[in-house]
C-alpha cells in the first residue's frame, strides 16, 4: 500500500464502526426534533399567541447559542484530529480547555440576555401583539437560565462522539426526553402554567442532561479522553486557539446565519399571526426532513477529523464522499414520506385554515429542494470544518446569506409581490448558492492545506 494510515482509518472506520457512531445520532437528533415538535403541539393548546411567542424567543435564543455550540465544534475538529494522530495526552488536555471555554462564554450571554430580553424582542421584531410578546418574554426569562447548561452538554456530548462514543449521549438524551415530556405534561396540562410551563422544563431538562454526562466524563478512564481533574483548572493557551480557530468562524457563520433567519421572518409577522404561525410550523417539520442529514454530519466531524489528524487525506475523501451519498438518500426519503402525509402532519398544529393552506405550500417546496440542496448546503461544509477550514465556510454562508437569502426575500416578497413564500423561495436559492461554493472548495482541495494542531506544541 502507497499510505499506511489508509488502510489504518478505513480499517478503523469499516461499516460497522461507522453504523455504531452514526446510529445513535440519528436517534438523538430525531428526538430533539421530535420534542422541539411536541413542545410546540402542547404550546398550541394555549394559543397561536403562544405558538408565535416562542418560536420568536427560539430564534433569537438560536442566535446567542451557536455562540458556544460552534465553540463544541471546534473542540470537536481538535480533539477528533489529537485522537486520529494518536495523542491522548493532548486530546485529553483539549478537552478540558473546551469545557472551561464553552462555560464561560455562555454565562457571558446568560447574563446578557437576562438584562436586554425585552429590548432585543422589540429592536428585532418590532411591534408585536400584545399577548404575543408577553409569552415571548415570560419564556425568554427562564429558558435563558438554562444556557450554561446547554453549552455544558453541547461541549460534553461533543467529547463523546470524538471517541466514536455516540450511544453515551444518545441514552442520555432519552431519559431527558422522558422527563421533559412529563414535565411538559404536568407544568402546561395539570398545573396551567402555560408558557411558563414549558420553560420551567426545558430548563430543568438541560440541567439534568448537563450533570449526568459531565459526571459519566470525569468517570471515564479508558479511552483517550478523560474529563478527571475538571476541577484542578490549567488553562492551555494554545488549545484554546486552536478551538477557537475553528469555533470562531463557525460561531460567526452560525450567528449571522440565524440574524438573516431573524430578519426576514419579519416578513411574517408583517403578514399576520396566521403567517407567522404557518413559518414556524414549517420550520418544525422542516427539522424532521433534515434531522437524519442533520445528525450524519455530526457525525462527519468526527471521522473527517481523526483522517485529517493522521494525515489520511485520503480517506478523508472517500469517508466524505460515502457519507454525502448517505446523507442525500436518507433526506430524500424523509422528504417523500412528509410530502405524502403533509395535511396529517399540520393537522397535528391545529393552525387556522390560512395558516394550514400556507404551511402546506412552503412544505412542499422544501421537500423538493431539501434532498440534494440542503445536503450540499449543510453537510459538506462539515468536512471543510473538520479539516480546519472554517474560516471559508464562514465568509461563503455569511455572502450568501444577505445577498441570497435577506435581500432575495424583500425583493421577492414586497417587490414581485409573493408574499410570505418569498421567505421560502430565497431561502432554497441561498442553498443553490452555498452548496455551488462548499462543492467547488472541497473538489479543489485547498482544505488539505489548513491546519488545526501542529506536531510542536503540547501541554
Known sequence: MSDPNAFTMREKWNKKALFRLLWPLVVEQTLAVTIGAVDTVMMSSVGEYAVSGVSLVDAIATLLIIAFGALATGGSVVISQYIGRRDSKNATAASRQLIYTTVFVSLIIMIFTLILRTRLLKLIYGNIAGDVMQAADTYFRISALGYPFLSLYNADAALFRSIGNSRVTMMVSILVNIIHIALNFVLIYGLHMGVAGAAVSTLISRIVSALILTVLLMRLRRG?????????????????????KVGIPGGIEGSMFQLGKIIVSRIATSFG???LAANAVTGVINSFTNMSGTAIGIGMLTIVGQCVGAKDYDSAKYFTRRLMWLIVGVVTILSAVIALFIDPLLGIFRLSQEAHDMAKQFTWLLCAASPLLWSLSFSLPNALRAAGDAGYCMVAAVISMWLVRVIGAYLIAYVFHVGVMG?????????????????????????????????TENV
Open 273 to 275: 399571526t396566521a403567517a
Open 423 to 455: 421567505i421560502w423561495i430565497a431561502m432554497v436559492a441561498d442553498w443553490v448558492v452555498r452548496g455551488i461554493c462548499y462543492a467547488q472548495r472541497w473538489k479543489g482541495g485547498k482544505w488539505q492545506t489548513k491546519q488545526v494542531i501542529t506536531d
Open 224 to 244: 483517550p479522553i478523560s474529563l478527571a481533574g475538571l476541577f484542578r483548572i490549567r488553562i492551555v493557551p494554545h488549545m484554546i486557539r486552536s478551538i477557537l
